[in-house]
């Protein structure tokens, strides 16, 4: 746990986010600033800094953080028509928040068009 990291305040409730999901190891929510119909976060409890700084142990967290966004991405009704999942690693690969986290998107109306 990091005092200054945003997504460790939402998890313990001292800083509000609109939930989708919780269990024992894994929360999901919305994205504040969303890029697509549906973007949801699918977050580790474990304050982990970046996909860099995962060690030996947390492997296991990584299958149950896809798991999860698989069967989040199927409740929320988009799992037959497809979605993304994106990890942003470090600066360089557009993170920001350095907690790690799956970024889940979806939901467009004709499928996501490669511009
Ligand atoms: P990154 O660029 O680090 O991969 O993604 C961080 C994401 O967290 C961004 O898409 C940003 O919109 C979202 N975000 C940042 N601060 C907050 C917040 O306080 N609440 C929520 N729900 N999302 C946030
Ligand atoms: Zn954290």
Redesign the pocket.
């Known amino acids: 746990m990091a005092g200054d990291c945003?997504?460790c305040q939402?998890i313990k409730g001292e800083?509000p986010?609109?939930f989708v999901y919780k269990d024992d190891a894994v929360v999901a929510?919305?994205?504040?600033?969303?890029?697509a119909p549906i973007?949801l976060?699918v977050v580790p409890r474990k304050h982990i800094r970046s996909i860099n700084d995962l060690e030996e142990e947390d492997r296991g967290l990584v299958a149950e953080i896809i798991y999860r966004a698989r069967q989040i991405a199927q409740e929320q009704g988009i799992g037959k028509s497809g979605y993304k999942l994106?990890?942003?690693v470090e600066r360089g690969?557009?993170?920001?928040?350095?907690h790690v986290?799956l970024?889940l998107l979806g939901g467009w109306k004709n499928g996501w068009k490669k511009k």
């Open positions: 945003i997504f939402i800083k986010a609109d929510f919305k994205d504040i600033n969303p890029h973007h976060l994106v990890f942003n690969g557009g993170q920001y928040v350095f986290h970024h």
